[in-house]
Protein backbone atom coordinates (compact mmCIF):
# COMPACT_ATOMS: atom_id res chain seq x y z
CA UNK A 1 0.00 0.00 0.00
CA UNK A 2 1.70 3.33 -0.73
CA UNK A 3 1.78 5.82 1.74
CA UNK A 4 2.33 9.34 1.28
CA UNK A 5 3.72 11.94 4.13
CA UNK A 6 4.05 15.52 3.38
CA UNK A 7 6.15 17.98 5.53
CA UNK A 8 7.74 21.92 4.99
CA UNK A 9 4.72 23.36 5.90
CA UNK A 10 4.40 26.82 8.06
CA UNK A 11 3.54 30.47 8.42
CA UNK A 12 5.24 32.91 6.20
CA UNK A 13 5.12 36.57 5.35
CA UNK A 14 4.05 37.09 1.97
CA UNK A 15 7.05 37.33 -0.80
CA UNK A 16 8.63 34.41 1.57
CA UNK A 17 10.13 31.04 0.41
CA UNK A 18 8.87 27.05 1.39
CA UNK A 19 10.06 23.85 0.42
CA UNK A 20 7.46 21.22 0.70
CA UNK A 21 8.30 17.75 0.85
CA UNK A 22 6.14 14.10 0.51
CA UNK A 23 8.11 10.96 1.18
CA UNK A 24 6.50 7.95 -0.72
CA UNK A 25 6.39 4.07 0.58
CA UNK A 26 5.14 1.43 -0.23
CA UNK A 27 5.85 0.69 -4.01
CA UNK A 28 8.40 1.73 -6.41
CA UNK A 29 8.41 5.32 -6.02
CA UNK A 30 10.12 5.81 -9.94
CA UNK A 31 6.65 4.42 -11.57
CA UNK A 32 4.10 6.75 -9.88
CA UNK A 33 3.45 10.10 -11.60
CA UNK A 34 3.11 12.61 -8.64
CA UNK A 35 1.35 15.72 -8.01
CA UNK A 36 0.32 18.76 -5.09
CA UNK A 37 -3.37 19.95 -4.34
CA UNK A 38 -4.23 22.22 -1.71
CA UNK A 39 -6.93 23.10 -0.48
CA UNK A 40 -8.19 26.87 1.08
CA UNK A 41 -10.80 27.12 3.45
CA UNK A 42 -14.31 26.95 2.10
CA UNK A 43 -13.06 25.77 -1.24
CA UNK A 44 -12.60 22.45 -3.29
CA UNK A 45 -8.98 21.15 -3.37
CA UNK A 46 -7.41 22.12 -7.12
CA UNK A 47 -4.55 21.20 -8.92
CA UNK A 48 -1.27 22.68 -8.21
CA UNK A 49 1.82 21.10 -10.03
CA UNK A 50 2.42 17.43 -11.43
CA UNK A 51 5.57 15.74 -11.95
CA UNK A 52 5.68 12.22 -14.48
CA UNK A 53 7.60 9.57 -13.46
CA UNK A 54 10.87 10.21 -14.73
CA UNK A 55 11.32 14.24 -13.57
CA UNK A 56 11.25 14.72 -17.24
CA UNK A 57 7.61 16.72 -17.58
CA UNK A 58 5.98 18.90 -15.05
CA UNK A 59 2.86 20.89 -15.29
CA UNK A 60 1.40 23.47 -13.22
CA UNK A 61 -1.75 25.45 -12.28
CA UNK A 62 -1.41 28.93 -14.39
CA UNK A 63 -1.78 30.94 -10.69
CA UNK A 64 2.03 29.59 -9.34
CA UNK A 65 3.66 29.58 -12.81
CA UNK A 66 7.34 31.14 -12.52
CA UNK A 67 6.55 30.76 -8.63
CA UNK A 68 6.65 27.31 -8.02
CA UNK A 69 8.85 24.31 -8.95
CA UNK A 70 8.33 20.33 -8.51
CA UNK A 71 11.00 18.04 -8.56
CA UNK A 72 11.80 14.88 -7.67
CA UNK A 73 14.15 12.42 -6.43
CA UNK A 74 13.62 8.92 -6.69
CA UNK A 75 16.56 7.72 -4.96
CA UNK A 76 15.14 9.26 -2.07
CA UNK A 77 11.58 8.40 -2.75
CA UNK A 78 10.76 12.13 -2.54
CA UNK A 79 8.90 14.44 -4.46
CA UNK A 80 9.06 18.66 -3.61
CA UNK A 81 7.44 21.75 -4.33
CA UNK A 82 9.11 24.60 -3.71
CA UNK A 83 7.33 27.80 -3.58
CA UNK A 84 8.83 30.93 -3.75
CA UNK A 85 7.40 34.83 -3.75
CA UNK A 86 4.42 33.16 -1.87
CA UNK A 87 0.93 35.98 -1.62
CA UNK A 88 -1.80 35.23 0.85
CA UNK A 89 -3.78 33.28 -2.05
CA UNK A 90 -1.64 30.46 -1.89
CA UNK A 91 -3.07 30.09 2.22
CA UNK A 92 -4.22 26.55 1.66
CA UNK A 93 -3.85 22.91 2.67
CA UNK A 94 -1.47 21.14 0.35
CA UNK A 95 -1.64 17.47 -0.48
CA UNK A 96 0.76 15.02 -2.10
CA UNK A 97 -0.52 12.99 -4.21
CA UNK A 98 0.24 9.69 -6.55
CA UNK A 99 -0.74 7.96 -9.49
CA UNK A 100 0.51 4.91 -11.05
CA UNK A 101 2.06 2.94 -12.03
CA UNK A 102 2.38 4.99 -14.73
CA UNK A 103 4.74 5.44 -18.23
CA UNK A 104 5.51 7.88 -20.99
CA UNK A 105 4.96 11.73 -20.92
CA UNK A 106 1.45 12.17 -19.85
CA UNK A 107 0.53 14.28 -16.92
CA UNK A 108 -2.74 14.21 -14.61
CA UNK A 109 -4.15 17.63 -12.91
CA UNK A 110 -7.93 16.02 -11.59
CA UNK A 111 -7.92 15.16 -8.05
CA UNK A 112 -9.97 11.62 -9.11
CA UNK A 113 -7.08 10.38 -11.03
CA UNK A 114 -5.02 10.23 -8.19
CA UNK A 115 -5.70 6.71 -5.90
CA UNK A 116 -3.17 7.62 -2.91
CA UNK A 117 -3.12 10.98 -0.96
CA UNK A 118 -0.91 12.35 1.72
CA UNK A 119 -2.52 13.83 4.90
CA UNK A 120 -1.47 17.22 3.94
CA UNK A 121 0.30 19.60 5.33
CA UNK A 122 -0.97 23.38 6.16
CA UNK A 123 0.47 26.69 4.61
CA UNK A 124 -0.43 29.96 5.61
CA UNK A 125 0.94 33.44 4.02
CA UNK A 126 0.22 36.49 6.26
CA UNK A 127 0.25 40.21 4.40
Known amino acids: QVQLVESGGGLVQAGGSLRLSCVFSGRTFSSYTMGWFRQAPGKEREFVST????????SYTESVKGRFGISRDNAKNTVYLQMNNLKPEDTAVYYCAAKGPTAGWRLYTAANEYAYWGQGTPVTVSS
Open 51 to 58: ISWSGGYT
